[in-house]
């Protein structure tokens, strides 16, 4: 079964600042990645598909890279409301254990 | 608008059963694959199960396989996740989510399940 890892797992960062997370899969798995942001007491929330395309309303400052086993996800210029935790996704099935994402 | 309400779930103890169902509104149910994702107490997410728009085709992950069933009514617009050997480590809430291209598009707002003595 292929697996995810995170890195970092958590990260605390100032607003404004430019956050990357890495995903990386233990086999290829060409783009069939994406990534959720999930706010803490709320429901997960699509950002990413197919590793490097944005969801429709989410906000230009994220974005995503990568494919065969190294991908990333990157927020331009952190704000406040970006505290949350960002979870990676082999397609439909295998999560990262996820990357917790605070305000310095 | 797309709505899933989760229903079902509640305590139960181990070695017991529970059927989660996922009414589906505001798409054309049977065009979408679902899954089933849930989340223990302070821990990430863990897919479950997905199963094909017309339900022919399911998937599972190992620590549920032989013990879930996921299964879908298309003339009802429902999802179900039958849950049978329940375990404590299954404790979680558990999503229904509808599936675009093998992306989780839409969320549920979850339902807890609780295995206890």
């Known amino acids: 079964d292929i697996q995810l890892t995170q890195s970092p797992s958590s990260l605390s960062a100032s607003i404004g600042d430019r956050v990357t997370i890495t995903c990386r899969a233990s086999?290829?798995?060409?783009?069939?990645l994406a990534w959720y942001q999930q706010k803490p007491g709320k429901v997960p929330k699509l950002l990413i598909y197919a590793a490097s395309t944005l969801q429709s309303g989410v906000p230009s400052r994220f974005s995503g890279s990568g494919s065969g086993t190294d991908f990333t996800l990157t927020i331009s210029s952190l704000q406040a409301e970006d505290v949350a935790t960002y979870y990676c996704?082999?397609?439909?099935?295998?999560f990262g254990p996820g990357t917790k994402v605070e305000i310095k | 608008e797309v709505q899933l309400l989760e229903s079902g779930g509640g305590m139960v103890q181990p070695g017991g059963s529970l059927r989660l169902s996922c009414a589906a509104s505001g798409y054309t149910f049977s065009r979408s694959a679902m899954s089933w994702v849930r989340q223990a107490p302070g821990k990430g997410l863990e897919w479950v199960s997905s199963i094909s728009g017309s339900g022919g085709s399911t998937y599972y992950a190992d620590s549920v396989k032989g013990r879930f069933t996921n299964s879908r009514d298309n003339s009802k617009n429902t999802l179900y996740l039958q849950m049978n050997s329940l375990r404590a480590e299954d404790t979680a809430v558990y999503f229904c989510?509808?599936?675009?291209?093998?992306?989780?598009?839409?969320w549920g707002q979850g339902i807890r399940v609780t295995v206890s003595p």
């Open positions: 989510v509808k599936q675009l291209s093998l992306v989780g598009d839409y």
């Open positions: 086999q290829g798995i060409s783009n069939y």
């Open positions: 996704q082999k397609s439909g099935f295998t």
